[in-house]
Nanobody, 119 residues
């Protein structure tokens, strides 16, 4: 079982930066995918970025070049560094862990943290 606790959301002006953190309590090993998703009001949840156990990353087109997903293995924490923020980045951000091997596959979600970009 894995518990995810997020922090780092807040209010920021356009062009500003924020770093989201997601601390994982429990063992994450084998084959897995770490990810950040977001959901704006009235819109479906969307994938922002993911990082797999092999080190590969994937980003939504809307955040490429501005956001960076990373993991600190020693701290068992994943991060989302967000730069050059835009009002359209306003959403609740969720961290997500999908464990694949060893099975069975499981999905774990953080509680969500609000990011608001406004002048």
């Amino acid at each position: 079982q894995v518990e995810l606790v997020e922090s780092g959301g807040g209010l920021v002006q356009p062009g500003g930066s924020l770093t989201l953190s997601c601390a994982a309590y429990g063992n994450i090993f084998g084959v897995y995918v770490l990810a950040w998703h977001r959901q704006a009001i009235g819109k479906p949840r969307e994938l922002v970025a993911d990082l797999n156990s092999g080190g590969g990353t994937n980003y939504a087109d809307s955040v490429k070049g501005r956001f960076t997903i990373s993991r600190d293995n020693a701290q068992n924490t994943m991060y989302l560094q967000m730069n050059a923020l835009k009002p359209e980045d306003t959403a609740v951000y969720y961290c997500h862990v999908r464990t694949i091997v060893p099975g069975p596959e499981n999905n774990y979600w953080g509680q969500g943290t609000q990011v608001t970009v406004t002048s």
